[in-house]
């Protein structure tokens, strides 16, 4: 199946709109992590493998609200329980600060013993997680070194693969998706787990991969005869060359993605709806996003010839002369 074949589309011209709409969601994201900060104590919403605590899963037989749950657990003395919905509207997960060695036994009997005098033996515990608060700043610090070598590991690949200029695009669209996808992460309050930090590194390879493609595209058509092309217009021709492979590759990724995120349950749906934004923005900025921060490089450094291409030009006139 052939789509785009042939296409002509001005993106470099709609670069000004890209970038206003990635300036909004930059803002939108910020915004979104100071408000968390204010409210919550932390920009993102770790979960229980980052903050450390014990992770509850509970199943009702029946139908019941947030707000029942936590007025039974208050009744209880436990005011520190953060509660939210999982899943269907009978099951909930119980967030406790404190973690416990025996956390399997002694988490399920403080929670069945606050619930069940307001909900009775229609209640029952389906899942029990703990992390101790060491183990969850030394994640955290290992998501955050795993995704910063990720990037530095790319930028020495590009540089030595191609040009300098090429890897500081890459890594400047890669930052920008991280960004925009962090941001959302948070005004979403979607959970940030073990999960999401893989979803994040799959990110940067799909990101830096979709971008690569469009770039050695770039770089092929640089050595071929300008015929008084500008850099502007090559960039151009490259994104509309590559927009077949770039449509086909993100649109059944994305399918399959938003397949997951409606039929794969509530286990997988934060990992799937992370990847899904993530691939879009990606998407989205191997287009408009990497090549106009090569242009932008190209302008204020601009592109010295080797020395041999500069000389071949001299002896031509040369040999003209001598005719």
Not at 101 to 110: F, G, H, I, L, P
């Amino acid at each position: 199946m052939r789509v785009f074949q042939n296409a002509n589309y001005p993106f470099m011209q709609w670069r000004r709109r890209a970038y206003i709409l990635t300036a909004i969601l930059f803002l939108a994201g910020f915004v979104a992590m100071g408000l968390n900060v204010g409210r919550y104590g932390t920009w993102q919403n770790y979960g229980v493998d980052f903050t450390g605590g014990t992770l509850v899963q509970v199943q009702f037989q029946r139908p019941v609200t947030v707000e029942q749950i936590r007025g039974a657990s208050r009744a209880a003395g436990h005011t520190e329980w953060e509660i939210t919905r999982f899943g269907t509207g009978n099951e909930y997960v119980i967030r406790m600060p404190t973690f416990r060695e025996t956390a399997q036994e002694t988490s399920q009997k403080r929670v069945l013993a606050a619930l069940n005098p307001a909900f009775g033996n229609a209640v029952k515990v389906t899942r029990v997680e703990a992390v101790g608060p060491k183990v969850g700043d030394e994640l955290q610090w290992s998501a955050l070194l795993a995704i910063v070598l990720s990037m530095v590991a790319t930028l020495a690949y590009l540089w030595f693969r191609f040009e300098w200029r090429f890897g500081l695009a890459a890594i400047g669209a890669t930052g920008h998706d991280l960004i925009i996808t962090l941001g959302i992460i948070a005004m979403l309050r979607t959970e940030v787990n073990l999960g999401t930090v893989a979803a994040l590194l799959t990110i940067v390879g799909y990101s830096l991969n979709d971008t690569i493609v469009v770039f050695d595209r770039i770089r092929e058509n640089l050595t071929k005869p300008r015929h008084g092309a500008s850099f502007t217009e090559i960039l151009n021709r490259s994104i509309n060359e590559t927009l077949p492979r770039t449509v086909l590759t993100g649109g059944s990724t994305m399918g399959t993605l938003l397949a997951l995120l409606i039929f794969g349950g509530p286990v997988i749906r934060d990992f799937a709806l992370v990847l899904l934004l993530g691939i879009f923005i990606g998407t989205f900025s191997s287009i408009f996003v990497a090549s106009p921060l090569l242009n932008a490089i190209e302008a204020k450094w601009p592109h010295r010839a080797p020395k041999r291409e500069q000389a071949a030009p001299s002896r031509s006139r040369e040999a003209a002369a001598r005719v």
